[in-house]
């Protein structure tokens, strides 16, 4: 049946470890998966601009055996001609076997995904959520700490506007006794309706303060974020607000030995280069976890909608 995972909360914590475990059985056994998905097609749909998201989407299909159609910009898309989400979810449902689509607007994978007859992932749909890249979270999570309950993240940054940290935190707040750490200037704060239906509603620990120093100590995961310049109003909040947190080695310097510092990226100041060397450093290795785990997501959706 067809099935589309449009919020992390589409998958249940057993379909996470289902996913958790193919993507580590491919990374043990490739060779086993790389004609998974032969004679089927993906379209990689993308409005808005992506490096990770979509290639890790192409990558992921071509090392299942399959074929990629891609739209790589709105402006070489008949969206230019103002045909809408609908109509090109249903016309691309006659090209492809699944789609992944990123849109600048909140909500606009779930009306692709009503109007599509295939799968439809939701690869960033504006500030909303992004659960792919929460799915390369998870991964790197559970290879770094080992588990998901008992940790005290760390999210800075971009609060507000990061569609990374809203499916991060829906998803790391079903398991039990982590606390989060929300560091950002006032004006990103996280949205309250993530902290008062994520957080509050379920009895989650949470504290927010604007000192990531302050914050450092406890930390077993810092998850860094870039300041979303695409959804700001006006170029001069962007301005003042970009570089307010900049993490280099003197700010990790009473940070845990094994804390796990990540970012989805693309960075542009908030980590600083010296920092890649260090062992905590992990964004990179989230990237790589990203490829895996769309990978294993492809092959369960394509599965079930063949069922
Ligand atoms: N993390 C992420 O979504 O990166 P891209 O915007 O490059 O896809």
Known sequence: MKRSVIDILDLTPAELEELLATALDIIDNPEKYAHACAGKKLATLFFEPSTRTRLSFEAAMHELGGAVLSVTDAASSSASKGESVS?????????????AMRHPKEGAALVAARAA?????????????????????????????????????????????????????NAMARYENNRFVLISPDELKLPSYVKKDVLAERGIPYEQTTSLEDAMPQLDVLYMTRVQKERFFNE????????????????????KDDLCIMHPLPRVNEIAVEVDDDPRACYFKQVLNGKYMRMALILKLLKEAAQ
């Open 117 to 169: 007859s295939i799968p439809v992932i939701n690869a960033g749909d504006g500030g909303h959520c992004h659960p792919t890249q929460t799915l390369a979270d998870l991964l790197t999570i559970r290879r770094q700490k080992g588990a998901f309950s008992g940790l005290t993240i760390g999210l800075c940054g971009d609060l507000k506007f990061g569609r990374t940290v809203h499916s991060l935190i």
């Open 236 to 255: 001069e909040d962007y301005l003042r607000l970009k570089d307010s947190y900049i993490l280099d080695m003197a700010k990790l310097k009473n940070a």
């Open 87 to 99: 109509d090109t979810a249903k016309v691309v449902s006659c090209y492809a076997d699944i789609i």
